[in-house]
């Protein structure tokens, strides 16, 4: 079967870094999503990575295994604005989307 | 660019009554449009597939003959919520897909539907 992993739940520091994994397994890999998700609104992209490596964008940066079936989101100099929910979804053979559960992020002062 | 609007943004209606919600794509055409609910904390759940002019791919266990996808034109999909019950209350987004080389899902800003 098809399955996206990633933690449920993170506590942080305004300021710190955080980085947020995700694990996948599905049927062929076209490449892999982060999404941000505010409560009550709907997702908003943040990255997307289908060769290995780190991309860097900002305070965001995106990382990824192909070989290892992970990837990871990493956020520096964290505000309270990044308090939200974060989402990995990775891009199957049939090119559809296979979401994570998403990761709450909690920005403590 | 690549802006989806929804519409309505909020909904609360009558047991047994139908609702319509409208996703269009603002600025550009998409081949693809997504339906997605998502209950509170929890992740999105893909409800179906349309491509314009073409019949809805629905999700195992998402009821064809409940919701009801029109995907008449390249910029706008409807999802209708037939004899709507307490327990379709949710958050309803949609997204769509450019085509072409670009998998990116532009999402809209969703629809919350109460059912009393």
């Known amino acids: 079967g098809q399955n996206i992993d990633q933690p449920t739940e993170m506590t942080a520091t305004e300021g710190a870094i955080v980085q947020i994994n995700c694990t996948y397994q599905?049927?062929?890999?076209?490449?892999l999503f982060w999404y941000q998700q505010h409560a009550g609104e709907a997702p908003t992209f943040l990255s997307y990575n289908v060769l290995d490596g780190l991309e860097e964008k900002g305070r965001f940066s995106s990382f990824l295994s192909r070989s290892k079936g992970y990837s990871y989101l990493l956020l520096k100099e964290l505000q309270m604005k990044d308090s939200a929910s974060y989402l990995c979804a990775a891009l199957d053979s049939n090119y559809q989307l296979i979401w994570g559960a998403g990761t709450k992020l909690i920005i403590k002062p | 660019g690549a802006v989806v609007s929804q519409h309505p943004s909020w909904v609360i209606c009558k047991s047994g009554t139908s609702v319509k919600i409208e996703c269009r794509s603002l600025d550009f055409q998409a081949t693809t449009m997504f339906w997605y609910r998502q209950f509170p904390k929890q992740s999105l759940m893909l409800m179906a597939t349309?491509?314009?002019?073409?019949?809805?791919?629905?999700e195992q266990g998402v009821e064809k003959d409940k919701f009801l996808i029109n995907h008449a034109s390249l910029t706008l999909s409807t999802l209708t919520v037939t004899s709507a019950h307490p327990e379709d209350s949710s958050f309803y987004i949609c997204?769509?897909?450019?085509?072409?080389?670009?998998?990116?899902?532009?999402f809209g800003p969703g629809t919350r539907l109460t059912v009393t």
């Open positions: 997204s769509a897909n450019i085509g072409g080389d670009s998998y990116e899902q532009y």
């Open positions: 599905t049927s062929g890999f076209n490449g």
């Open positions: 349309s491509n314009e002019g073409s019949k809805a791919t629905y």
